[in-house]
């Protein structure tokens, strides 16, 4: 019962150990997502500030683009059209000629706008384009335009008259023309869109369109990107490259300035390279790949420290249970020895003979307790990774052949009989004490395991470069899946832990680490006659022996 409450105690422990380390996994993750929201948080905040600044990008173009058209386009060429019209009461065909060529910088200059001037009589709606061969196609829309536009009688220097939707994008300008003589009159021009476009870029490239202040004078309009489109979505101008998705901010010229540019949009961004001149600590990058990457680092470290502490349970279970078997081993020739001697010691022995069966047993249980325990010094050894060997250059068969002898002493005329087949002249280095001890492990594992009664085959032979050991039994084998895992350590197969066969579960791993020591190998296989073959292959070495013997060819 103390032994259970103990194991119970320690799995309990265990179990709490693994919610402590989930649950730091879990602390983990949520730390993880935590970090990842501030993060994001954070470059939301960043990418909203230069969604802001791209605003005011953008209403810095639409204010330079109305102001650069309105003003210095469409006013001053308007004006000159009145009072051209005003003086020869009519505009000729030599009118584009003389504005390009007038004296007026100015006026010069917003000339270029024009694709073609017209006059309107607003009491005769007559319509009479100069130097338009296309004249005959005005939209009628334009007349209705033109109606409403003097019916207005609005008081400003000029009014702009846009396409409708569903129409080629055209622009006209319109102005009155008072005259005692002739009445009112609408004179304007059709606006060049080739000519519009270099405006608009060079009220852009005066200056940067973020101001000094905010930029550090550094924010050029080489990280600026805007794109201006038409009434139907067809870019105009465009200044840098393509805005970016995500940074963009599109905004109407709507009335700006007497409405220029009415229905057209302009869509501005400003290069998030240049973050960090306009925005504290500039545009944090996604560190979601790191924060995963540190996630899975935890989570792989923590599966490790369960798989390592599984590991650990399994082996402590199996060390209780050698424990266990290790004693219950003990125990057996302990109390046939002290039975024995007490029986000696008590003189309760009737002749000579009983007493010389009570010592052979005495003998034969010390013997059996000599090897258990040496078989426990040498697991100490291999565990420490100690090398006790002292090798010599001996002939195999004598050895083997003085183990049996001794071992069949120790079973006392048991259910199992050995035969040996012992090649002989097969020579190898090879520590005595070392041998005898593979030999007496694997005969001991032949006599537990194997059926009763049978026979037990102890061979030795030749096998290339190397010298073939082999015990074979009568029992039930070991299945081919199990093979190799009887010689790990404590290690037994489930059909023994549930027999009434006891075991350390460290005699094969003795002898596999013995037999690796000497540069062989182990293995066990299916006998002849259906039973276990544990086979053991050491390298053979050239015969030492005095000039008087020699030794058959053939056993080499």
């Known amino acids: 019962m103390a032994g259970l409450s103990f194991w119970r105690s320690r799995s309990s422990r265990t179990a709490l150990i693994v919610v402590l380390l989930l649950v730091s996994l879990i602390t983990a993750g949520l730390i993880v997502v935590q970090a990842q929201y501030s993060a994001s948080a954070q470059r939301a905040a960043a990418e909203g500030v230069l969604r802001d600044y791209s605003g005011l990008v953008a209403d810095a173009v639409i204010r330079r683009s109305a102001v650069e058209v309105g003003y210095y386009g469409y006013s001053a060429l308007s004006a000159a059209l009145v009072s051209e019209f ?5 505009l000729s065909s030599e009118i584009s000629a003389k504005l390009l060529s007038a004296q007026d910088v100015r006026v010069k200059r ?23 061969p296309d004249s005959q196609e005005t939209p009628t829309w334009f007349r209705e335009k033109l109606v409403e536009v003097s019916a207005q009688r609005s008081d400003a220097p000029f009014q702009v ?101 009415s229905g057209f949009e302009v869509e501005a961004s400003i290069d998030p390279q240049i973050a960090r001149q306009i925005v504290v600590g500039g545009l944090p990058r996604s560190r979601l790949w790191l924060f995963l990457a540190l996630l899975a680092l935890n989570a792989a470290i923590i599966v490790m420290a369960i798989l390592q502490l599984r590991r650990e349970m399994l082996f402590q279970k199996l060390r209780d249970e050698f424990v266990s078997s290790v004693s219950h081993e003990l125990r057996t020739p302990l109390t046939q020895i002290r039975m024995f001697a007490e029986t000696l010691l008590l003189e309760r022995v009737r002749s000579i003979e009983e007493q010389q069966r009570s010592l052979e047993i005495i ?60 090649h002989p002249c097969l020579f190898a280095d090879v520590d005595p004490g070392s041998l005898r001890q593979i030999l007496i492990n694997l005969l001991d594992n032949a006599v537990k395991y194997g059926r009763k009664p049978q026979q037990i085959i102890v061979g030795l032979e030749p096998r290339g470069a190397a010298a073939c050991l082999y015990v074979e039994d009568e029992g039930p084998g070991v299945p081919p899946p199990d093979r190799e895992r009887v010689f790990q350590r404590f290690q037994r197969l489930d059909r023994d832990r549930q027999s ?3 075991g350390t579960g460290i005699g094969l791993s003795v002898v596999r680490d013995l037999v690796t020591r000497h540069g062989g190998t182990c293995c066990v296989t299916i006998g002849e006659r259906g039973g276990a073959r544990f086979i053991v292959e050491l390298p053979l070495s050239s015969p030492s022996l005095p000039k008087s013997q020699s030794c058959p060819r053939a056993a080499l």
Do not use: C
């Open 363 to 422: 003998d034969r249980e010390a013997r059996r307790l000599s090897q258990l325990v040496e078989n426990v010094l040498q697991f100490s050894r291999m565990e420490k990774k100690l090398d006790t060997l002292a090798k010599e250059n001996r002939e195999l068969a004598p050895l083997l052949q003085e183990t049996v002898e001794d071992f069949t002493s120790m079973m006392n005329g048991g259910e199992s009989r050995i035969e040996t087949r012992l």
């Open 500 to 502: 009434s066969i006891t």
């Open 86 to 90: 005003q003086r020869t009461r009519r």
């Open 110 to 132: 917003a000339a270029t706008l024009a694709k073609n001037y017209f006059q309107w009589d607003t009491a005769t709606h007559l319509l009479a384009f100069v130097g338009d």
């Open 161 to 261: 008259i846009h396409s409708q939707p569903g129409y080629p994008r055209r622009i006209f300008v319109t102005a009155f023309a008072r005259s005692t003589q002739m009445g009112e009159s609408v004179v304007g021009f059709e606006v060049d869109f080739a000519k519009l476009g270099s405006w608009i870029g060079a009220s852009l490239n005066r200056q940067p369109l973020v101001p000094a202040s905010l930029g550090h004078g550094k924010v050029t309009n080489e990280f600026v990107h805007v794109i201006i489109r038409d009434q139907g979505g067809a870019p105009l101008y465009s200044l840098g490259n393509t805005p970016r998705a995500g940074f963009a901010v599109t905004k109407p010229f709507a009335d700006t300035y007497q409405g220029v540019l």
